[in-house]
């Protein structure tokens, strides 16, 4: 934690960061792990198992037949935005029998982000409900698979109809500062909620 130094030369006590709690959520198989990793700068915490016989009758790898591992808890990792904000990434569990987590990862949360994937919009739906249906501000990022059909926004804003107030961003899960980008548009949408709510945040929202 470094000191600063005033107009007149005098040393400024350390800053203390305010740290925020973001999600990452999604479908199966659409990099959320990826994510988490490509941005912490720690080792991130994985709780990857090999995706067994046992399992393959529940999950659906249509689209990720290529994939091995699966996160059974939860994905963390930390990265300084600025010298006074920190974000701690938490990275939900994409399968349907792990959901009964998220209540669990959600608490305290200022946002989330919904990784999505063009080949497999449905698979977002779930995180979208859960986040509407809790009032926790969100925003969604599809994640540019290579050889994956590329849209515009509002294509798949109308697909998975979000609201107007979702931000929707385009990004590479793999790289650093797309995910960045990512992680900002999540934390001023947050704000931004937080302090002009939409008029419907004072009832229960719609289900899908």
Partial sequence: MAFGRSSTGR??????PVTLKILVAGGF????????GAVSEIRPLRTEEMLSEVGRPVDDLHGVETKT?????????????????VLYLFGTPGQDRFWFLWDELAQGALGAVVLADTRRLE???????????????????VNCFEGARRFAADTVRGALDLDPEVELVMCDA??????????????QHALVLAEHPPPAAAGAPAGR
Avoid: C, H, W
């Fill in 123 to 141: 698979d977002s739906f779930a995180a979208i409900d859960y986040f509407e249906r809790r009032g926790i501000p969100f925003t969604v990022a």
């Fill in 174 to 187: 793999r790289d650093r500062e797309s995910v960045k980008n990512v992680l900002v548009a999540v934390v």
């Fill in 11 to 16: 040393r400024q006590p350390p800053v203390e």
């Fill in 29 to 36: 198989g659409v990099g959320k792990t990826t994510l988490v």
């Fill in 69 to 85: 591992t699966t996160t059974v808890a939860m994905d963390f990792g930390r990265i300084t935005l600025r010298e006074d904000l």
